[in-house]
């Protein structure tokens, strides 16, 4: 069935990125690496930077519940021990491609990480043709190994490359891709791009896939950069941007839900447009905010936020609160812009495993405006 469409027509001049003023990075530069910021309207959490001065991070994960793995775009898997950013990377990607909106990306750990050692990333490489590959390596501790590459030559460009990946409740790996800025290949079967791909965490591909030989799970995405399925379900969460003017008009960015086999219109359908056969979004942001993740709250740690659906907006400066139906999750009862985020561009948002909520900035990113201190990963503690 396809879900209702919601239309966010709020005004917060986020269709272009928002020009700080000095007032705005001096009170950016007041804040100490442990100060708290205070949450006018709620006063059982709040938002505290946890580490500074990293370089675009994309991506975050826990290995175990003092160290953290962060992914900085230009190449560089970095460690946090304990709060404590450590000098040296625990990878540098030599290969990696970063002239704009492409790098290093993606970054996931295996659900057998204690056995394994596992853990995944996803990067961009190449000179005037680039592509996207996923890579698992062995984890260990201050360095990888045993790099063994489970997909490669995803069709990509500067622009629209995807690419973020996670585990689902399945075992089975998950990767968005990019449409690479040429839309057609979303639609095309045999082409990678513009499509969510599952694979097992070996590179094959399971035999449930929808389509015969295939990684592809779903189709007809622009660039989606969050997924996340609702807590002890299989219901799958995406966000995704929309047109930027070149390819459409401006906004459009769309939360999904996601389901095998499915087409999801672009580039034949944006917007809240429909077309029999493709799904429509859950909800749709225009003017833009650009999405660039997507989690799903679980601990419970901060009661009010339990099972709540939560993605970092770049373009829209904050982080997007979404609450749904317990009894059914498919159905949004309401949303809103979170209080207390005023950092900047934010792209990932996950859960430790404190049960606090980690977001980081990508001020560095070529589209915002460093403060003192950027980038940063900033969390949301219960007092």
Same mark, same amino acid.
């Given at each position: ?191 990678? *791009?513009?499509? =969510? #791909?599952?694979?097992?965490?070996? @590179?094959?591909?399971?035999? !449930?896939? $929808?389509?015969?030989?295939?990684? +592809? ?14 807590? *002890?379900?299989? =219901? #799958?969460?995406?966000?995704?941007? @929309?047109?930027?003017?070149? !390819?459409? $008009?401006?906004?459009?960015?769309? +939360? ?128």
């Amino acid at each position: 069935m396809i879900p209702i469409i919601f239309s966010l027509l709020i005004f917060f001049s986020c269709s272009k990125p928002q020009k700080q003023t000095s007032a705005d990075n001096k009170e950016k530069e007041r804040l100490s690496s442990k100060e708290v910021v205070s949450n006018k309207g709620d006063d059982n959490y709040a938002i505290e930077t946890y580490v500074e001065n990293l370089e675009v991070p994309w991506a975050i994960a826990w290995t175990d519940k003092d160290r953290m793995l962060v992914n900085e775009r230009p190449g560089r898997v970095r460690i946090v021990n304990n709060g404590k950013l450590q000098d040296a990377p625990l990878l540098e990607v030599k290969e990696v491609s970063s002239d704009a909106e492409e790098g290093l990306m993606g970054l996931c750990v295996d659900p057998n990480y204690n056995e394994n050692k596992f853990i995944y990333i996803s990067y961009a490489y190449g000179g005037s043709k680039l592509f996207v590959k996923v890579v698992r390596y062995k984890d260990n501790g201050s360095y990888l190994s045993g790099e063994k590459i489970l997909i490669d030559k995803i069709q990509a460009a500067h622009l629209h490359a995807g690419c973020r990946i996670k585990f689902g409740p399945d075992g089975k790996l998950y990767i968005t891709t990019g449409d690479a800025t040429d839309g057609k290949i979303a639609q095309d079967l045999n082409n990678l *791009g513009g499509k =969510i #791909l599952r694979i097992n965490s070996d @590179g094959s591909i399971p035999e !449930d896939n $929808p389509f015969a030989n295939s990684p +592809v799970w779903s189709y007809g995405h622009r660039n989606p950069q969050g997924i996340d399925w609702y807590p *002890g379900s299989s =219901i #799958l969460f995406e966000t995704e941007h @929309g047109p930027s003017g070149f !390819d459409g $008009p401006g906004g459009g960015d769309e +939360v999904n839900i996601i389901t095998k086999g499915s087409n999801y219109g672009w580039p034949l359908v944006s917007h809240s447009g429909s077309k029999e056969g493709m799904v429509s979004p859950l909800l749709v942001f225009t003017p833009a905010e650009a999405p660039g993740s997507a989690m799903f709250y679980k601990s419970g740690v901060i009661p009010q936020f339990k099972n709540n659906f939560f993605f970092g907006c770049l373009r829209g400066r904050g982080i997007i609160r979404v609450v749904v139906d317990e009894t059914n999750p498919e159905k949004v009862l309401s949303y809103e812009k979170f209080k207390g985020i005023d950092f900047g561009r934010i792209r990932e948002v996950a859960e430790g495993p404190d049960g606090a909520i980690y977001f980081s900035t990508s001020n560095k990113d070529g589209r915002g405006n460093p403060a003192s201190g950027d980038d940063r990963i900033m969390r949301i503690v219960k007092k």
